[in-house]
């Protein structure tokens, strides 16, 4: 039964990504009618989170756009769908001697204790990323998330250990002054050098600083670091490449350090059942001061527009009125981005692995930053264990990410062979279960114009570690609809809220399938 809504708002979001599920809190909060809208039955956009039969049915181009008829736009576009999607197996669809044989010799010696039906019978137990991010402990996003007390919807972890990749082999990359002095790779002589390097950043002059000549790497050899120690700086901690400038060398350095201590031994944080748990925290809020949902709207949207201005959406038989729209990059009519060209790509892989990348005792949240090769970027590598809820017991989902050069398949190739027992080549490492490659489109640098003056298009996901971008572009586009509001002010717990002539009500949740956010 189609569901009616109302016809009415202040604030219409199509999409339920990052930013513009950060814009609806922050309207929401401030009293605005909000409805929030999404042609997908999940939250998240491509910031969303799946379990493992739902990745698999998940068809990133599935939502293209249709002709549009005169003044009506058809939302949708073909320019920022997801692309070069594919799994694979790696295991056998189930148990040995049974009529269901596995189909090939290279096939029978992966076997392993795994099967295909086991994996699946624990689907719900995954939690797959599209975009795992991870949070600064004094980061803009975790400063946001305490301030406005979105932080009582969602769980964090602390990283528990940062690793590189050196001299052919894994590293942990020392987080703390006793993390220094306890690492046998370093001698004496380097980790006063050291420490006495991270004590002055602060010091350096803004005329070096702003030297675009200088690179950061230039810099730290130009302090008679030895290798090792330009190593854990440069990638590890500063997440950077030769190119990277002395400034952002610096800031980004200044970001790792300023955040150790606060929640655990690491600088970063990780959301409990991944990372598409974050984009729900804030529709949570949302819906807490009255924001409408209306997911799995199987009807093609249309909006009308005149002058210059949206007048209406148009779901199904409905004409749904507001001042302001707010549209996800991928939702965005075919017409107003029909001259974009998306020149990057994020390439992502993501693995189901039985066992750790550096096993040892017990399990690790762990970061890997593996440097650039020739020809090759840097990649940022989050593999989670089972106590994060993103997976079952004694098995790992390892995320890679990088900005694309060929295919995520090939770009990841060199790494693949060096952390994982590929045919039995490293038999301590661990094996691939299960593999997932795609690409998603880099909008986070384009710019849209010719939109009509009342649409706020939110770019996708970027290749930032954290969301501290996301966060200041959802600021931004809330304060170019309302300059006189405040940005997310504290929510109340539920114990503050009086309820009667001054309480808040309970938005209501529109869905044609089961809905997370309560």
Same mark, same amino acid.
């Given at each position: ?30 009293g ?8 997908n ?96 402990a ?39 002054r ?26 350096i ?68 059942? &991944?990372?598409?748990? #974050? $984009? *729900?925290? !804030?529709?949570?809020?949302?819906? @807490?001061?009255?924001? =409408? ?20 959406l ?13 549209? &996800?990059?991928?939702? #965005? $009519? *075919?017409? !107003?981005?029909k001259?974009?060209? @998306?020149?990057?790509? =994020? ?57 694309q050069?060929?295919?995520p ?43 009509p ?63 997370d956010?309560q």
């Amino acid at each position: 039964m189609e569901n009616q809504l109302p016809t009415e708002f202040d604030v219409v979001l199509i999409g339920t990504g990052m930013i513009e599920s950060i814009v609806s809190a922050a309207a929401s909060r401030v009293g605005k009618n909000v409805l929030h809208i999404d042609c997908n039955d999940y939250y998240g956009s491509q910031w969303a989170s799946f379990n493992l039969r739902s990745i698999h049915s998940f068809l990133p181009s599935s939502y293209e756009a249709q002709e549009s008829q005169k003044d009506h736009k058809t939302i949708g576009n073909k320019i920022f769908n997801i692309q070069n999607f594919e799994t694979q197996w790696h295991i056998p669809k189930t148990e040995p001697n049974t009529p269901d044989l596995i189909e090939s010799p290279q096939e029978t010696q992966q076997q392993t204790l795994y099967t295909q039906s086991k994996l699946l019978d624990d689907s719900r137990k995954f939690n797959i990323d599209l975009v795992p991010k991870l949070h600064f402990a004094k980061g803009e996003f975790v400063e946001l998330l305490i301030s406005s007390n979105i932080a009582r919807y969602v769980e964090y972890r602390s990283v528990s250990r940062v690793l590189t990749y050196l001299n052919g082999q894994l590293e942990v990359v020392p987080c703390s002054r006793s993390d220094v002095f306890a690492n046998s790779r370093v001698s004496v002589i380097e980790k006063r050098m050291l420490m006495k390097l991270l004590t002055s950043l602060d010091e350096i002059d803004d005329t070096l600083r702003n030297d675009k000549d200088i690179t950061f790497k230039k810099y730290l050899s130009s302090k008679k670091l030895s290798d090792n120690l330009i190593h854990f700086i440069l990638y590890a901690m500063a997440r950077s490449t030769s190119e990277t400038s002395l400034a952002e060398g610096i800031e980004r350095t200044k970001q790792f350090l300023n955040s150790l201590g606060r929640f655990g031994k690491t600088p970063m944080l990780f959301s409990m059942y &991944g990372s598409g748990e #974050t $984009p *729900q925290a !804030f529709c949570r809020l949302s819906a @807490v001061f009255g924001g =409408i949902y209306a997911l799995n709207q199987e009807t093609q949207l249309s909006i009308k527009v005149e002058s210059n201005s949206i007048k209406f959406l148009q779901n199904g038989k409905q004409e749904i009125k507001a001042e302001k729209f707010v549209v &996800g990059a991928e939702y #965005t $009519p *075919q017409e !107003f981005v029909k001259a974009i060209n @998306v020149k990057h790509y =994020i390439a992502r892989a993501i693995f189901i692995t039985d066992q750790s990348v550096m096993p040892i005792d017990h399990e690790h949240l762990t970061l890997l930053m593996y440097p650039p090769e020739e020809g090759k970027n840097i990649v940022t590598i989050i593999e989670t264990g089972s106590h994060t809820g993103t997976c079952p017991k004694n098995l790992f989902l390892v995320h890679f990410t990088a900005k694309q050069l060929r295919t995520p398949r090939d770009d990841f190739q060199h790494i693949i062979k060096n952390l994982f027992n590929i045919n039995d080549s490293l038999p301590n490492r661990p094996k691939i279960l299960w593999s997932c490659y795609f690409s998603i489109p880099l909008t986070s640098d384009l710019k849209f114009e010719d939109v009509p003056e009342n649409m706020f298009v939110c770019s996708g996901p970027d290749m930032d570690l954290d969301y501290d971008s996301a966060i200041k572009k959802g600021r931004s586009i809330f304060q170019k609809m309302y300059p006189d509001l405040e940005f997310l002010p504290r929510a109340p717990d539920p114990e503050e809220i009086i309820f009667g002539e001054e309480s808040t009500s309970e938005g209501a949740v529109i869905n044609n399938e089961t809905s997370d956010v309560q």
